[in-house]
C-alpha cells in the first residue's frame, strides 16, 4: 500500500455547522482509533495504538487531546485496546480522565481494561447502550465478531442547519455481517465508516492458512470490499457525504481496491479508505 507524504484531509464544504468531523488515527490489524468531534467535543473509539503515535497523529490533526470527554472500547482484542493504558496515564498527567465504556464481556475479556479498574472510571454499559458523552450521543448495537461482546455505534450531535436538526456518523469495524440496526441507524448517516477488511479473491490467494481465511470470511469475521458495498447499498443513506473503508488488511487488500468497491456511492459523496500509519480527518 502507497502510504501518502503526509496526513489526509477531506474538506466537506456542506458539513453542518456544529457537526460531525471524523478522525481516523489509524486503522488496521495492528491498532485502531479514531476520534469522533463535533462542537469542540471529542470521543475516543477503541485505543490499539503507542502512545507516541497517539499523541502525534492528534497533533498531526490538530486535535487537542485533554478535550476528550469520553472513550468507547467496541471489543476486547488487542488491536483495539492495547494501548488504552499508556494513553491514559498520559492523559492523566495533562490533567484529563475521560470515562471509559465499554460492554461486560470486553471488560472481562481484557486484560488491558481489567487492570485499569480502580484507576480510571471504567463503565459496563450494554450492547444496546444509549451513551451520552458531552454534547454528543451515541447508540450502540450488536456486531457479528469472534469477540465476547463487541458493538458498532451512531453518533449523533444537534446541528440546527443540519436535516431534522441532527447530524449522524455511523461507525462500524469488526464485523462479519451488517446487524439490522446498523442499518435503521445509519440510514440517517453524514459520515460513514465501515469496514472494508479484505478483497475476497487477494484472501482467497493470499498466505494466510485456510482455518484464519474461514474465520476472515466467516460472519464472525470481517466485512470484504464488496460486502461494504452491498452494505452501503442496503442502507441508501440519504444526507451521506462521505463514506470511510476502515481496517483494511495490508496482506488481503488494497487501498485502491477498497475505493472501487465503495465508488458506488451516490454521486458528489467522498470515498476514501483509512491507513493503517497515516491519520485521516474526514469533515
Known sequence: MDLP?????IELPDAPHGGFRLHVLAS?????????????QLVLVDCGITKKAFMERCSACGI??????????THEHSDHTKGLGVVLRGLAKLGARPTVHCTPGTLGGSRELMGLQGAFDIRTVR??????LGGIHAQL???????AQPVGM???????????GFDTLGYLTDSGVLPDAAVELFARARILAIEANHDPKMLAEGPYPYPLKQRIASDAGHLSNVQSADALDRISPASLQAICG???SETNNLHRLARQALSGAP????????WQDMPLTIG
Open 267 to 274: 454521486d458528489g459523496v467522498a470515498v476514501a479508505a483509512a
Open 127 to 132: 450492547d444496546t447502550a444509549e451513551l451520552q
Open 5 to 9: 507524504a503526509q496526513p489526509q484531509r
Open 154 to 164: 451512531a453518533f449523533e450531535v444537534a446541528a440546527p442547519d443540519a436535516p431534522g
Open 141 to 147: 448495537f450488536p456486531t457479528s465478531h469472534d469477540a
Open 246 to 248: 476502515m481496517h483494511l
Open 28 to 40: 488496521g490489524s495492528k491498532g485502531n482509533a479514531a476520534i469522533v468531534e463535533a462542537g469542540g
Open 64 to 73: 487537542d487531546p485533554t478535550r476528550i470527554s469520553g472513550i468507547i472500547v
